[in-house]
């Protein structure tokens, strides 16, 4: 069945850096578009980030645009989230989802990163 | 990038119908029917029960319908039941590898 896990998250001061992992199963990873999306608590939902099946088109929402970098490793069924110069705002449950067509078919159960002094 | 209007909250009772809008632009719910609708619990990963505006993924139950409208979206939930109590987001392609979600909605079944 499919599995996405999620891992990485935790707690980090203002300006700091975190890497997101979210690790695949039960699918072929390489063929599939992958996202982020995050949920800041007791918030809805904004999407982050996309990445083509191959890794070679990538776009990110304005709010992380130039701060966050999506990547993925097919050889390893993984997907990556850098996030640099974090904020108070980018507090949030990330989740990894898998994209079929134009919806997220399977989520992860996502990971919390903090941001806070 | 401006979140689709979600009403905050709906409720019904047991065996009633709500319905729950999306409503967006011409750039998103309007401009795409590839409108999606998401089933939250709380501490849970959001699942899928909508997609393409009217498609339900096997599983779903057909007591939840989907529709658009111009620029609005609806979820529709017949025959209501305690478990169907959670949070929805609408969600809509916007173009250019783009997505835009809904504020959400939090359904109560009385």
């Known amino acids: 069945q499919v599995q996405l896990v999620e891992s990485g998250g935790g707690l980090v001061k203002p300006g700091g850096s975190l890497r997101l992992s979210c690790a695949a199963s039960g699918f072929t990873f390489s063929d599939y578009y992958m996202s982020w999306i995050r949920q800041a608590p007791g918030k809805g939902l904004e999407w982050v980030s996309y990445i083509s099946s191959s890794g070679s088109t990538i776009y990110y929402a304005d709010s992380v645009k130039g701060r966050f970098t999506i990547s993925r490793d097919n050889a390893k069924n993984s997907l990556y989230l850098q996030m640099n110069s974090l904020r108070a705002e980018d507090t949030a449950v990330y989740y990894c989802?898998?994209?079929?067509?134009?919806?997220?078919?399977?989520w992860g159960q996502g990971t919390l990163v903090t941001v806070s002094s | 990038q401006s979140a689709l209007t979600q009403p905050r909250s709906v409720s019904g009772s047991p065996g009633q119908s709500v319905t729950i809008s999306c409503t967006g632009t011409?750039?998103?719910?309007?401009?795409?029917?590839?409108v999606s609708w998401y089933q939250q619990h709380p501490g849970k990963a959001p699942k899928l029960m909508i997609y393409?505006?009217?498609k339900r993924p096997s599983g779903v139950p057909d007591r939840f319908s989907g529709s658009k409208s111009g620029n609005t979206a609806s979820l529709t939930i017949s025959g209501l039941q305690a478990e169907d109590e959670a949070d929805y987001y609408c969600?809509?392609?916007?173009?250019?590898?783009?997505?835009?979600f809904g504020g959400g909605t939090k359904l109560t079944v009385l």
């Open positions: 011409s750039s998103d719910v309007g401009g795409y029917n590839y």
């Open positions: 989802a898998r994209l079929l067509g134009s919806k997220f078919d399977y």
């Open positions: 969600c809509s392609y916007a173009g250019s590898y783009f997505w835009v």
């Open positions: 393409d505006v009217s």
